[in-house]
């Protein structure tokens, strides 16, 4: 069963369209990318699932996006907040709050009323231990996260996304500040948490697509133009948009 | 979009093809070799095998290159991989021409067994399929190729049809004509296994073009 199912989703932003019938099913517990050039609507369609376009003025959407078979477009604020807490996100720029270490992981965990003040240190091990930091910062949890370096501020805003436990992570190129070591190490770390979580992630490195994701979509215009395996997208391709696109014939 | 990258296939597509003209023309003159019972032909044969053998290592070093630069993805990446196969079964092509005009060597000195009939027309069967193949690697002519894959067969039958006259006619009535019978029937598995050869190569255009595995699953071709 899908863990995501769009059913005709459309998304326009003022007057401009910028999803156009997106019919798209992201299975549980994979790894699914969505490329395509600049403007295709990648983003946008990622966002979506957690809702962030919600803050844009003038956003309007149609059709329906489905979440363990929920239609996650209705709802008031409250059943927002537990989309948020389901869906967790991690952006281009590791973010971490101006906060310690610790106080970043517990941050969701505080504002969801989540859990009681004494599981927070257990929790901020187990996430510590799952994006591989806990053994180089056990010692210095209570230390500034602005301290850390690119790739361990990277580890920790995933780290923040799944202390909440979320079942979905979204992911908006998440390497593209990193170095290509840290960038390998994340992509093993993003197969590590396939195990518990759905992961989407949206990428302009084809490579990175192909190495790390189980499914791909192709976006271009506002449209879905091709969603299947990753290593069909890669090597025979159905539509020739798509071909022309990972070929680099595109522009 | 026209791409530096195109340019680059482009070149080793040439290549390819240098490499298939050449085979073509090993087979042709190996053959040629046995039936005029010519020495020279037969030692020019073997002789520019090294030639074909260089532009082998040439090409393989041309499609490492441009996956390792180009990392190629769907279509090029296909292209590419497929030649290198079909660069390696050129190669093998050119191998058992050689094969062949060793054992023309080994004949030319000795009277005659039979006139030949069935070892000229495998060996036709075999250009034509040759020729088919390097054609719908060019044209990306899938239909082509597929005729080239169903035509296999026909070589088996012709092979066995040798080997059976060459045993039941010759070998076990004269054991003295056995060497010649054995070189004679070395040929005609040498021209069998050039079609086999042939077919992987046709095989291998219809996954370039279609990405389709016809390899090992004959229903694909229908």
Sequence with gaps: MAKILTKNLNLWYGTFQALINVNMAVQEKRITAIIGPSGCGKSTLLRVFNRMNDLIEGVRTKGKVEIDNQNILEGDFSELVQLRKKVGMVFQRPNPFPLSIYENIIFGLKVHHLAKKEEFDRIVERALESVLLWDDLKDKLHSNALRLSLEQRQRLCIARAIAVAPDIVLMDEPCSALDPQSTARIEELMRELKKDYTIIIVTHNMQQAARVSDDTGFMLLGELVEFDNTDKIFTRPQDKRTEDYITGRYG | ?222
């Design chain 2, 1 to 222: 979009m026209e791409r530096h990258f195109d340019e680059e296939l482009k070149d080793l597509r040439k290549d390819l093809l240098k490499m298939g003209v050449m085979v073509q023309e090993a087979i042709f003159k190996s053959i040629e070799a046995l039936k005029n019972r010519n020495k020279a032909q037969a030692k020019d044969v073997i002789a520019s095998d090294d030639k074909i053998d260089e532009i082998e290592l040439t090409i393989d070093e041309k499609c490492i290159d441009l996956i390792a630069r180009h990392q190629p993805m769907a279509g090029d990446l296909r292209f590419l991989t497929t030649s290198m196969k079909i660069n390696a079964d050129l190669e093998r092509i050119a191998d058992l021409s050689v094969d062949i005009a060793q054992r023309v060597l080994e004949l030319v000195d000795k009277p005659i067994l039979k006139p030949l009939i069935d070892i000229p027309r495998l060996s036709t069967i075999a250009q034509n399929m040759i020729r088919d193949a390097i054609d719908s690697f060019v044209k990306k002519d899938v239909e082509l190729a597929k005729k080239v894959v169903l035509f296999d067969p026909e070589a088996d039958k012709l092979r066995n049809a040798v080997q059976d006259e060459l045993i039941n006619d010759y070998m076990s009535k004269d054991p003295k004509t056995a060497d010649r019978a054995v070189a004679l029937l070395l040929i005609a598995r040498h021209l069998e296994r050039i079609c086999d050869h042939t077919t992987n190569i046709a095989e291998d255009v219809i996954y370039m073009v279609e990405g389709k595995v016809v390899k090992h699953h004959p229903e694909e071709l229908r």
